[in-house]
């Protein structure tokens, strides 16, 4: 292997484009879409790494490079080895936001740059070696099948993704429109995994949706952003008009569950709503210099903006609702986001793979860095107790007297429900017999007082429908009587 060609392996220095800078995770299950640079944005550009690797001795590398090649007992291809070598130096980085893309990876990043993508629709992560859901899209499969941000992904199909990098695994979660994935899945505060079977759709890349409320004789305009895409700044622009011409005493924006996206996009955003005298957003290279970024706003909207922040909410989330509360003051309400606060830039490799790598820290106005720490709500409110209830699990039937976790969180949605099943420990009594019974013949099931396969589809059906149910959303409910007071 050449020694020069070595050296631009190990530093990628001479083939970085000049690009653009992108923040968030943003490969989704079933599909990803890149933050395709704007040429007319300028913005945190603040030149590429050396290029000389300095004193390293690259000879240990060749050494094992051509040990394998030549005497592996095996034949290897060398592009696995060089592959394993970019793979493997990025590891060591302990860094789940740089990787490594081959040329299928990409080409799978440009597919789903289209306005809409096929798959399940929920975006994944790494953290500590383990794939996890960041969020899921709202309306998506992933949703409707019940995934949680955090949920920690174990097997797809029956086979464990363990020791897969975060490309390896979403492949195989990946698939067509009207095809089934089986997900094995952790959670915290069970002991045993979930199965969570998602039939995978169309996923439209409409990303803000609006509507005009009233509350106490108030207008209150919402605007719900699902992700950062190409086009997020352009529908928000459009859909805010249309709201300050109906008139609004105040605008609610909702970034719950959004896992991110485009920086570009979430900067032309607060360059709208975010005044000249702080910044929206530093940006912090290795060597530790900060440089801030300012919008040209000289006055800020004439009424009180309030944004809607969770678990689910990352990256480009978190840069909007850190900007607006720490630049101009405006409340977040709801709890603390999810905490990624890198910046990652991808640099082509000459062959259509390219490698993503972490390139910055993001601070907000105030120079906080909320990396692995989220942001928190200024107005803390949780969801009621059954919007954490989780799917199903029926091999048989749950009966009187059985003692597990499937019991309890089937007491749980009983109790969301409105039917009262006596205790939420996991022990199936005559008082959560008569719930199931009375929601049975509720739902025209037979009264058994069994939980089977039916009664459980239906208690899960009947849950999601509650959780539809705006008046059940303290969070959106709580945000709307605090702007109404504004």
Same mark, same amino acid.
């Given at each position: 292997?050449?020694?020069?060609?070595?050296?631009?392996?190990?530093?990628?220095?001479?083939?970085?484009?000049?690009?653009?800078?992108?923040?968030?995770? =943003?490969?989704?299950?079933?599909?990803?879409?890149?933050?395709?640079?704007?040429?007319?944005?300028?913005?945190?550009?603040?030149?590429?790494?050396?290029?000389?690797?300095?004193?390293?001795? $690259?000879?240990?590398?060749?050494?094992?490079?051509?040990?394998? &090649?030549?005497?592996?007992?095996?034949?290897?291809?060398?592009?696995?080895?060089?592959?394993?070598?970019?793979?493997?130096?990025?590891?060591?980085?302990?860094?789940?936001?740089?990787?490594?893309?081959?040329?299928?990876?990409?080409?799978?990043?440009?597919?789903?740059?289209?306005?809409?993508?096929?798959?399940?629709?929920?975006?994944?992560?790494?953290?500590?070696?383990?794939?996890?859901?960041?969020?899921? &899209?709202?309306?998506?499969?992933?949703?409707?099948?019940? $995934?949680?941000?955090?949920?920690?992904?174990?097997?797809?199909?029956?086979?464990?993704?363990?020791?897969? #990098? @975060?490309?390896?695994?979403? /492949?195989?979660?990946?698939?067509?429109?009207?095809?089934?994935?089986?997900?094995?899945?952790?959670?915290?505060? $069970?002991?045993?995994?979930?199965?969570?079977?998602?039939?995978?759709?169309?996923?439209?890349?409409?990303?803000?949706?609006? #509507?005009?409320?009233?509350?106490?004789?108030?207008?209150?305009?919402?605007?719900?952003? *699902?992700?950062?895409?190409?086009?997020?700044?352009?529908?928000?622009?459009?859909? @805010?008009?249309?709201?300050?011409?109906?008139?609004?005493?105040?605008?609610?924006?909702?970034?719950?569950?959004?896992?991110?996206?485009?920086?570009?996009?979430?900067?032309?955003?607060?360059?709208?709503?975010? *005044?000249?005298?702080?910044?929206?957003?530093?940006?912090?290279?290795?060597?530790?210099?900060?440089?801030?970024? &300012? /919008?040209?706003?000289?006055?800020?909207? #004439?009424?009180?903006?309030?944004?809607?922040?969770?678990?689910?909410?990352?990256?480009?989330?978190?840069?909007?609702?850190?900007? @607006?509360?720490?630049?101009?003051?405006?409340?977040?309400?709801?709890?603390?986001?999810?905490?990624?606060?890198?910046?990652?830039?991808?640099?082509?490799?000459? #062959?259509?793979?390219?490698?993503?790598? =972490?390139?910055?820290?993001?601070?907000?106005?105030?120079?906080?860095?909320?990396?692995?720490?989220?942001?928190?709500?200024?107005?803390?409110?949780?969801?009621?107790?059954?919007?954490?209830?989780?799917? @199903?699990?029926?091999?048989?039937?749950?009966?009187?007297?059985?003692?597990?976790?499937?019991?309890?969180?089937?007491?749980?949605?009983?109790?969301?429900?409105?039917?009262?099943?006596?205790?939420?420990?996991?022990?199936?009594?005559?008082? *959560?017999?008569?719930?199931?019974?009375?929601?049975?013949?509720?739902?025209?099931?037979?009264? =058994?007082?069994?939980?089977?396969?039916?009664?459980? /589809?239906?208690?899960?059906?009947?849950?999601?429908?509650?959780?539809?149910?705006?008046?059940?959303?303290?969070?959106?409910?709580?945000?709307?009587?605090?702007?109404?007071?504004?």
């Amino acid at each position: 292997m050449n020694r020069k060609w070595l050296a631009l392996l190990m530093t990628g220095s001479l083939l970085m484009g000049a690009g653009g800078t992108y923040v968030g995770m =943003t490969w989704l299950h079933g599909g990803v879409f890149i933050e395709r640079p704007n040429k007319n944005e300028a913005h945190i550009d603040e030149g590429a790494p050396p290029s000389a690797i300095g004193n390293v001795d $690259l000879g240990k590398v060749e050494q094992a490079y051509s040990l394998i &090649f030549n005497s592996y007992v095996e034949k290897v291809e060398e592009s696995q080895l060089v592959e394993g070598a970019i793979q493997g130096m990025l590891a060591t980085l302990s860094d789940p936001y740089s990787v490594y893309m081959n040329k299928e990876t990409v080409r799978q990043f440009n597919e789903t740059l289209e306005s809409s993508f096929e798959g399940i629709g929920a975006e994944v992560g790494m953290d500590d070696g383990k794939i996890i859901i960041i969020s899921p &899209f709202k309306e998506s499969p992933a949703e409707k099948a019940g $995934l949680k941000s955090r949920d920690q992904i174990l097997k797809v199909d029956g086979k464990s993704i363990k020791g897969m #990098d @975060l490309f390896q695994a979403t /492949s195989k979660i990946r698939g067509k429109k009207g095809t089934k994935v089986k997900l094995e899945i952790a959670r915290s505060g $069970l002991k045993e995994p979930l199965i969570v079977n998602v039939k995978r759709d169309e996923i439209p890349q409409i990303t803000v949706n609006s #509507d005009l409320k009233m509350q106490n004789g108030k207008s209150i305009g919402y605007l719900e952003i *699902t992700s950062f895409s190409e086009d997020t700044a352009k529908e928000f622009k459009e859909n @805010l008009n249309s709201l300050e011409e109906k008139g609004i005493d105040s605008l609610l924006i909702d970034v719950r569950g959004n896992p991110g996206g485009l920086l570009v996009s979430v900067e032309k955003i607060l360059k709208e709503l975010v *005044t000249e005298k702080k910044p929206y957003i530093q940006i912090e290279n290795r060597q530790g210099k900060k440089k801030p970024y &300012f /919008s040209n706003l000289k006055e800020r909207k #004439d009424y009180p903006i309030a944004v809607l922040i969770d678990k689910g909410s990352a990256s480009a989330s978190e840069i909007l609702a850190g900007a @607006l509360h720490e630049a101009e003051g405006y409340a977040l309400i709801g709890e603390k986001t999810f905490g990624k606060g890198t910046v990652q830039q991808p640099f082509p490799m000459g #062959d259509g793979s390219n490698i993503k790598l =972490t390139f910055y820290k993001w601070l907000t106005p105030d120079g906080n860095w909320i990396h692995n720490e989220g942001i928190k709500p200024t107005l803390e409110v949780k969801q009621p107790k059954f919007f954490q209830t989780h799917p @199903l699990q029926i091999e048989e039937a749950l009966v009187k007297d059985m003692n597990n976790e499937q019991v309890r969180n089937a007491q749980e949605i009983l109790a969301g429900l409105g039917f009262s099943p006596g205790r939420s420990d996991g022990y199936f009594s005559e008082s *959560t017999e008569n719930a199931v019974r009375a929601f049975q013949q509720g739902h025209k099931l037979n009264p =058994t007082g069994k939980i089977d396969r039916e009664t459980a /589809s239906a208690l899960e059906q009947a849950v999601v429908a509650e959780m539809k149910k705006e008046e059940n959303d303290m969070q959106l409910q709580l945000a709307l009587r605090y702007l109404a007071r504004q």
